[in-house]
């Protein structure tokens, strides 16, 4: 069944493309109802509108508090009319009901306080939602042209489907609003009583997730959008699940090693959620070519994340390099991006904005969810502890700290060693961290001599410190905190080894 649009209330906060969508449904003969600044800002244009408080003889009250919560415009929203006992009603108390609603509300997410929170649009949303049947209701300005075009093409009438569908997202409206509501009032706890969380299927094209037999998309949160909603991609191909989650760590990482080693060029990059090759270097060029050396067989198909602009230099070292799946970083010089679709036609290059923290981390368990506020590094150097008799050169000290970054990204068990600022050998994974430690080891094959390891949890048993030494590393770090701590520090002594508590542990499942 399709409604015939003969009268429509118009109450917006978001005035975009009001002006236009009002003048079509006034040239389609649709007598116009607003609330006040409505109405002012479509008298302003020209148009001919009734004022709410005209149809209803009630003046708003309260500071604007109470407008149109009245049953002139409610009974107007609500009626059934396939019910003869509400035509009565309207008949008995001289009410004429809408056919189409407009109306988004105040813009609480942009501007939380008291008196941003919407209650006569959430009411009037809810109302011409629930009686899609014979109402409309427009929610976000970005539906006024489709609903246009459907008016004008059929003798201004909107068919059943599109009201469905209009009071489908009418009520997911409503219902982010509310969240956003409820987490305001709660945002002083990380982990509060309530937890309300609005999201959107992105319009992204996924394929499939992990794997093929999957389905998957992306969802944007609406409360705390991400840098995604920003991210600018050139090159024809989409991106995959596993794409945008491998993208993610390596972009997080790189500017965690960018922020916390003096702003430097950095280069991580990232194949199945764990790190592959990471550096620091005076220029970017030096920090991605010493990253790919990093374990060059690993990097094909990964993940490049880059923390300064992309110039010419590093692009002459990235094009005769492994197949990236994505190149992502700040910006690129000019013909940068050319060059490198050119050369790799299948490789997604992003320009991206830097991450910013998510105040929770969620992990789906079966009926509900664990919440986490993020990991995040707790201690710095001027807290760490050197627990043997050997102290760290100023060279092992900045080895130490990449290893102990570049830790916190991999997957435990880890075991990450590093020597002139290159990760040299990465075991990650384990359920053994001796296993990680002479994964690591053989990865580094000799390169890790006089560098550093770092490890994301406690030795347990002086076992692992001995894996350091046969990789060669003159410097370990490592949380500390174990009941074996004594006899570690003892055999690192024996050795000559510096060794490092940070009092702290990175787990990564």
Known sequence: MRTKVQRALLSVSDKTGLVEFASGLRDLGVQLVG??????????AGLEVTRIDE???TPEMLGHRVVTLHPKIHGALLADRGQASHLADLATHGIEPFDLVVSNLYPFREKPDIETIDIGG??????????HAWVAVLTNPSQYDAVMSELRANDGTVGADTRRALALEAFAHTSAYDAAIVNWLESDDVLPRHLRIALERTDDELRYGENPHQSAARYRDLAAPGFWESVVKYGDFALSYLNFYDTEAAWRLVHDLGRELGDGPACAIIKHANPCGVAVAGNLADAYRLALE??????????IALNQVVDDATVEQMLPAPQADVVIAPG??????DRLLAKRKRTRVLEARPPTRDLRHFRQIAGGFLVQDPDHFASTRADWRVVTRAQPTDEQWRDLELAWRVCAYVKSNAVVLVANGQAVGIG???????DAGEIAARKAAGRAKNGASATDGFYPFPDGIDAAVAAGVAAVIQPGGGMR?????AVADEHGLAMVFTGERHFNH
Request: aromatic content about 4%.
């Open 35 to 44: 609330s006040i600044s409505t109405t002012a800002a479509l008298r302003d």
């Open 55 to 57: 149809v209803t003889g």
């Open 122 to 131: 959430p009411a009037m949303v809810r109302a011409a939602a629930k009686n």
């Open 294 to 303: 990093s374990d060059d067989k690993s990097a094909f198909g990964g993940i």
């Open 332 to 337: 690129y010089a000019p013909g940068v991006i």
């Open 428 to 434: 990650a994974g384990q359920q053994s961290r001796v």
């Open 485 to 489: 701590d004594d006899d570690v520090t």
